[in-house]
C-alpha cells in the first residue's frame, strides 16, 4: 500500500463515526432481508434516535451459525417521526460492493432449508387455516406448526414468526407464552373484529389483519416480521 493510499485509508476510518452490531434470529430472516433490503445496496434500521444525515456507520450483520458479514455506508435519509405504518429510523446507503460479500450470501442461500411459523388459530378455523397455508406457501419455503392448544408453544422451540388468532379466547395466552422465551417472536395477529386487531397492536403485533388475511397483507406483514433485525446494538 502506497503512502497516499494509507493516508486515504486512514481518512476514510477516521469519518466512521459509529459501528453497529445487526443480529438476525435465523438464517432465514437474514436471506429475507437481504432479497428486499440488502440486494438493493441499502438498510432501513429503526431507531427513535436516528442518526443525522451524511454520518459514516460501520455494519456487523450477525446470523446464528453462519460468518459476519461486516458493510460500511453512509446515513442516505432520515425519518424522525412515526406514522402507523412508517417508524422511525434511517436509511443506510452502503459503500462495500456487494461482490465482497455475495459469496457468502449464496453459499448461505444454498443451505437454506425455510423458516418456521407457528400458526395458532384454534378450533373451528378450517377455511382460515387453509387460506393461511395456502399464502405462506407461496410467500416463502416454510414448515407451519399448527397449533390449536394454548399451552403447545414450548420455550425450547424456535419460531421465525408467529400468527396467532386474537377472536380465540386463549390466543392472548399464546402470545404470552411466545413472550416468555429468551427471543421474542415476531408477531402478526388475526382478528375478525377492530377490537381484537388493535389488541394485537398493544402486545407488540408486527402486523394486525383480518380474518382472513388478503394475501398481499399477509405478504407485507410476513417480510416486514423477517425482515426486521432480531437487535441493533452499538
Not at 97 to 117: C, H, K, N, Q, W
Not at 121 to 147: E, N
Request: with cysteine; hydrophobic share 35%; aromatic share 6%.
Amino acid at each position: 500500500m502506497t503512502q497516499s493510499t494509507e493516508k486515504q485509508h486512514e481518512r476514510k476510518n477516521e469519518r466512521i463515526q459509529v459501528a453497529l452490531e445487526i443480529r438476525y434470529r435465523s438464517a432465514g430472516a437474514f436471506l429475507v432481508s437481504y432479497s428486499v433490503n440488502l440486494s438493493k445496496g441499502g438498510l432501513f434500521i429503526e431507531t427513535s434516535t436516528p442518526l443525522p444525515r451524511g454520518d459514516r456507520i460501520s455494519l456487523k450483520l450477525v446470523t446464528p451459525d453462519e460468518e459476519t458479514i461486516e458493510l460500511s455506508g453512509v446515513v442516505a435519509w432520515v425519518r424522525r417521526d412515526s406514522t402507523p405504518t412508517e417508524p422511525p429510523g434511517m436509511g443506510i446507503e452502503f459503500d462495500t460492493p456487494e461482490e465482497s460479500y455475495g459469496l457468502l450470501v449464496d453459499e448461505m442461500a444454498s443451505r437454506f432449508s425455510g423458516i418456521t411459523v407457528l400458526l395458532a388459530l384454534g378450533p373451528g378455523q378450517d377455511r382460515t387455516r387453509a387460506v393461511v397455508k395456502r399464502h405462506l406457501a407461496a410467500i416463502v419455503s416454510c414448515s407451519v406448526v399448527d397449533v390449536d392448544d394454548a399451552f403447545y408453544p414450548q420455550e425450547n422451540k424456535t419460531f421465525d414468526v408467529a400468527l396467532v388468532n386474537l377472536d380465540w379466547i386463549e390466543g392472548e395466552e399464546v402470545v404470552n407464552r411466545l413472550g416468555q422465551g429468551s427471543q421474542p417472536v415476531p408477531l402478526i395477529v388475526l382478528g375478525h373484529s377492530f377490537a381484537s386487531r388493535e389488541r394485537g397492536e398493544s402486545l407488540g403485533a408486527i402486523g394486525s389483519l383480518d380474518n382472513p388475511p388478503s394475501f398481499s397483507d399477509l405478504r407485507s406483514a410476513v417480510i416486514s416480521a423477517l425482515s426486521r433485525p432480531e437487535s441493533v446494538t452499538a
